[in-house]
């Protein structure tokens, strides 16, 4: 079964910072590159209930592809070396159909 | 500009249940009833770095449609005779493309 996985973040940079917009072009260049990695996209979250202010979604075909982009040294390194320094705050979620 | 609607959320009832079953099931029916809900769906929530479980998204057109469905009848008593009664916890948001 198909899984969404989604986080929703805001950045320690300044919106409309070039900062932010390295951030997410590294980030969609480096997550991207990892197979199994399935219709990727960077969207704004602009509901006034929530202060977090982007989201990364993708597609995995199984938990399977999905483990190994958790592992995948690529995304390891981007954790390690661009999300935490970078990121303020967030949220994972993953969705199945119901 | 299309932006999606979701909420994220953990029901009173417990998992499994009857009332879960139901208060999906009733809430599918009078959501979509409204004008200008597009691809409505109904997730579960499954990674363990959030205890929410279950996820409402759907699509407006445009800000329009959006403020037309949280206006309308429909919605305002759903939220107030199903909503706040039987939902623990929930986190709204909207994307749009960025």
């Known amino acids: 079964m198909s899984i969404q996985h989604t986080v929703v973040f805001r950045l320690a ?7 932010e917009a390295e951030f997410l072009a590294d980030a969609r260049a480096a997550l991207t590159s990892i197979p199994g990695v399935e219709d990727f996209r960077i969207n704004r979250q602009v509901s006034p209930k929530s202060d977090l202010a982007h989201q990364f979604t993708m597609l995995f075909a199984d938990d399977a592809a999905y483990q190994a982009y958790n592992d995948h040294p690529t995304h390891v390194s981007f954790v390690a070396e661009r999300w935490v320094p970078e990121v ?5 979620y993953d969705f199945v159909e119901a």
Chains 1, 2 share one sequence.
Do not use: C, L, N, T
Request: hydrophobic share 25%; glycine share 8%; net charge negative.
């Open 13 to 19: 940079h300044a919106p409309g910072s070039s900062e």
């Open 88 to 92: 303020a705050e967030f949220q994972e």
